[in-house]
């Protein structure tokens, strides 16, 4: 399966009636009734928070899974007590909190380790994914961008996304890129890219990919074309959720869907 290019869409479009230009916010009363999820992902480097940067510019709602891993896990809640318990207090800092760099240099080179530490908090995560995509649900968003670091690694989630983006530069520019941001050596930039999934395997997976090889501008202009697109599009998939919602309740419906997820 390739990917298509920006500005080429693999899938039909229709535009709807009543399309307010430029707005990805919540919609007017019955101008539409569904919404659909759209999986944001790239690689480390790749230059995923300039395309998130610009959608929120626009007035996307866009979920944060990094945002949230951090939420999930403040003391004093269930993950956050649960990684004490397996991790020990060298993983905490003097208020507290996880020491994410000792923890991932833990998980780094322990994969048993990585998947404790994700099956103590991926069912947290999702949990609170899931309110804030009802959240826009109820607000009457057109689409819910999810920005998952690893959506292409998991694999599980892309089921519930109509499109998935990438976003994509080449090794060369990607490893030039870390080492300058992170001030790493060639071989420490080089580990922690091949810790992940290589771009080029990722591209195959994705429906759009926004090539930041380039400059910002260009990056921009692929955004707004990939922006335009969603606007236009009719493929809903998430219409179930509202009869989901009104017949068994929140709690019901996260319960079921967090159980489909870890299944």
């Known amino acids: 399966m390739r990917a298509a290019p920006i500005g080429l869409e693999r899938r039909p479009l229709f535009p709807p009636a009543n399309r307010r ?40 709602a866009v979920i944060d899974a990094d945002v949230i891993a951090r939420q999930v896990v403040q003391p004093h809640s269930k993950a956050h007590q649960q990684i004490l318990q397996h991790f020990g207090t060298e993983v905490l800092l003097e208020n507290g909190e996880i020491n994410r760099e000792a923890l991932g240099n833990i998980i780094f080179s322990q994969p048993e380790k990585r ?19 009802l959240k826009y649900f109820v607000l009457g968003y057109h689409y819910v961008i999810l920005d998952i670091p690893l959506l292409f690694e998991t694999r599980g989630l892309t089921r519930f996304m109509k499109y998935t983006v990438l976003v994509y530069c080449d090794p060369p520019t990607q490893l030039v890129r870390l080492m300058k941001r992170n ?5 420490e930039a080089e580990a922690r890219i091949s810790s992940q999934l290589p771009l ?49 309740g929140l709690g019901g419906l996260v319960f079921l869907v967090i159980r489909h997820f870890i299944s």
């Open 183 to 187: 001030g790493l050596g060639v071989a």
């Open 115 to 133: 998947r404790l530490l994700n099956s103590i908090t991926h069912p947290e995560i999702l949990k609170e994914m899931l309110k804030q995509v």
């Open 21 to 60: 230009a430029g707005h990805c916010g919540g919609c007017e009363a019955g101008q539409r009734s569904t919404m659909f999820l759209v999986g944001l992902s790239g690689g480390i480097a790749s230059g995923k928070s300039t395309v998130v940067a610009v959608l929120r510019e626009l007035g996307c």
């Open 200 to 248: 080029d395997e990722k591209r195959k997976w994705a429906t759009h990919v926004i090539d930041n090889c380039g400059d910002r501008e260009s990056t921009r202009r692929q955004v707004l074309r990939l922006h335009a697109q969603l606007e236009d599009s009719l493929h809903f998939l998430w219409a179930r959720l509202a009869v989901g919602t009104a017949v068994a």
